[in-house]
């Protein structure tokens, strides 16, 4: 998420919930008493509670900021590397690698 907020170029607060009461306080109260991290507030108002990459994506297009394919490439990295591996470790099964 941060990785996608800043190459978007989007400011953001970050609350530390273990430091912070009031944004502890904050977080429960919008997600029924959980504390379901990351939990984002827009200047709209609107939350977004654990949301994909493509649903944070979706919400700052909305909110008039520009999020190009490199900004989801970040955002997705560890899908990317994941699938990298799993790809490496099928080739080596197979013994093509």
């Known amino acids: ?14 609350i530390d919930i273990r430091q912070d009461t009031e944004g502890a306080r904050q ?3 919008i997600n029924n008493g959980n504390e379901s ?5 827009f200047p709209d108002g609107s939350t ?3 949301p994909s990459v493509g649903e944070l994506k979706a919400k700052l297009e909305t ?3 520009r ?8 955002g997705n990295s ?11 470790g ?6 093509i690698l």
Request: charged content about 15%; cysteine-free; overall charge positive.
């Open 37 to 41: 991290v990351p939990t984002l507030v």
């Open 48 to 50: 977004l509670t654990e």
């Open 27 to 29: 977080l429960r109260a």
């Open 67 to 74: 999020v190009g394919p490199l900004a989801w490439v970040i």
């Open 78 to 88: 560890w899908r990317i590397l994941v699938g990298a591996g799993m790809l490496f």
């Open 90 to 95: 099928i080739l080596r099964f197979l013994e």
């Open 63 to 65: 909110l008039g900021y």
């Open 1 to 14: 998420m941060k990785g996608l907020l800043a190459r978007a170029k989007v400011e953001y607060s970050y």
